[in-house]
């Protein structure tokens, strides 16, 4: 495990930089000139860049050392958020915010393929609960200081901090790192192949919708929060919701590798989002039931992934790195979505107060989907065992 947690570093900076946007958007507006709702499409451009440069660089990279496409991956991301610092104009910050977003894909995706085959089948789950919590603790501990430290000396400084950070993980990687063989090349059909995978799908499928419902509706927290309850300060609020990310992180791995019962364990999670969401905007004037509310749908969003995660390998445990890749791009797009639809819908004079309930809805319809595609694989394959995924390291790299 201590092998998996050098990855973690790196997961941590990209767990500050994805969700940190969401609290600076009205500061970025103020400077830039722009709307919030506008503003907001810098999280749609990281997150749309995310979600295409997984699959898309993973494929160009496969058959190439892993070890030189993390460290590689995570200095674009940190050299783009420098330059996101720097950037004077919304177009020139935009454009920063896309190539910030595609080093942070290519990591993610690669990071969880490598985590995965760390350590041994039966502890799998610790091992991608991990990498997840690095995310989910960059989140709780730097998101609420970032946007602290936004308010004092500006929204400029909270990007060299993020810039910082991950030249702080990037300098961690390149000395303990450890070299690692290179994946199989998995050829581009065969990754297409994936898309249209009837197991693979309505998984990913499932992936798509929560990241619309949840990561959608983060972007626009502020704003959600100051309409329905006159809030001023978000930050308790994040503080919550990340809070709750680093529980649901570090509960769901043991859970899992303990009970085995996957499904049902998202079930739960996929329940647990749209209740919180749908309940946000009538607990909101209630500051202490709408923190509880926001910690229940961080734990339930950030605990989601990992399930999932598993439950691919079960399914394609030969072809682990591309249903992965899948998998995070899912992510990622939905998230993509969620911010660009919630921006149009603002610009459009729909209140602030509806996106929870449409989010709620969404959620809602994934769970639809999982239960639908969890019965037609049960009725179709029957009982499945488990299959470990292949090691690729070799016994000797076990931590």
Do not use: C
Request: hydrophobic share 55%.
């Amino acid at each position: 495990m201590r092998k998996v947690l050098l990855l973690a570093l790196g997961s941590f900076a990209l767990g500050l930089d994805a969700y940190v946007m969401a609290g600076l958007l009205p500061a970025i507006a103020d400077d830039t000139g722009t709307t919030v709702a506008l503003a907001g499409q810098l999280v749609t451009a990281f997150t749309l860049a995310y979600a295409v440069s997984a699959p898309l660089f993973a494929s160009l990279l496969g058959g190439r050392r892993p070890r030189a496409a993390l460290i590689g991956s995570l200095t674009v991301f940190t050299v783009a958020n420098g330059l996101t610092a720097l950037a004077p104009g919304f177009a020139l910050l935009l454009a920063a915010r896309v190539a910030a977003g595609a080093g942070a894909g290519l990591y993610a995706a690669l990071s969880t393929a490598a985590a995965s085959t760390m350590v041994p089948a039966a502890r799998r789950g610790r091992a991608l609960a991990l990498v997840m919590g690095g995310m989910s603790t960059g989140t709780v501990l730097g998101v609420p200081l970032g946007v602290l430290l936004a308010e004092h000396t500006g929204w400029r400084a909270t990007l060299w901090l993020l810039t910082a950070l991950g030249a702080a993980a990037l300098a961690g990687l390149l000395v303990l790192l450890p070299p690692m063989p290179p994946e199989p090349q998995v050829p581009v059909r065969d990754r297409l192949a994936a898309v249209v995978d009837r197991r693979v799908a309505p998984v990913v499928g499932v992936s798509f919708l929560a990241a619309v419902a949840s990561l959608g509706l983060y972007t626009y927290l502020a704003p959600v929060l100051e309409a329905t309850g006159g809030v001023h300060s978000v930050t308790p609020y994040l503080w919550a919701w990340g809070l709750g990310g680093v529980l649901g992180s570090a509960a769901i791995g043991p859970l899992m590798d303990r009970a085995g019962r996957v499904a049902a364990l998202i079930t739960t999670v996929l329940v647990l989002v749209a209740g919180a969401e749908a309940l946000l905007p009538v607990l909101a004037p209630h500051p202490v039931a709408a923190g509880l509310a926001l910690l229940v749908w961080g734990a339930g969003g950030w605990a989601l992934q990992v399930p999932q995660q598993h439950r691919l390998l079960e399914l394609r445990p030969d072809r682990g790195p591309v249903v992965l890749a899948l998998n995070g791009s899912a992510l990622y797009l939905g998230s993509a979505v969620g911010s660009a639809v919630g921006g149009v819908a603002l610009s459009a004079g729909l209140a602030p107060r509806t996106l929870p309930w449409a989010a709620a809805a969404v959620a809602a319809l994934g769970l639809a989907g999982h239960a639908l595609a969890t019965g037609r694989a049960a009725r179709a394959d029957g009982p499945r065992p488990t299959v470990a995924l292949p090691s690729t390291l070799g016994d000797h790299e076990h931590s």
